[in-house]
């Protein structure tokens, strides 16, 4: 991004000591308009990116519990609380951390920065 805007300065200094004020103005919306569809492009990908990690931390969560329906009756209710500490601990607090994060991104008008290659 720092590379593209020294591009564009450089770009706008070359058509202002020329006198095109109007090409100026026009190269300026053309870099908002690329830079708001790289954001909004950014946005799908990472709320679809946390979307997919939700889904599999709510299936890892729904075959542990279904694991433990399986189990015989007099192991059923030790292995519940322990899975269901587990669960609480661990995927119970991703599950809302991806939630909140994706709420968050959802919103039209929340900052966001989408970090190419960030992962």
Do not use: W, Y
Not at 23 to 28: E, L
Not at 40 to 45: A, N, S, Y
Not at 58 to 72: G, T
Not at 79 to 92: F, G, R, T
């Amino acid at each position: 991004m720092i590379g593209d805007i020294s591009q564009l300065v450089g770009d706008l200094v070359g058509l202002l000591k020329a006198g095109e004020v109007d090409a100026a103005a026009r190269r300026i919306e053309e870099a908002r308009r690329a830079d708001s569809a790289a954001t909004f492009e950014g946005r799908q990908i990472t709320v679809n990116a946390l979307t997919r990690a939700l889904h599999q931390a709510q299936r890892q969560r729904e075959r542990l519990a279904a694991i433990v329906a399986a189990l015989p009756e007099n192991e059923r209710a030790f292995a519940k609380v322990q899975v269901e500490e587990i669960c609480s601990m661990l995927l119970d607090d991703k599950i809302a951390r991806l939630r909140a994060e994706k709420r968050r991104l959802s919103r039209p008008g929340e900052p966001f920065l989408f970090l190419a290659n960030s992962q």
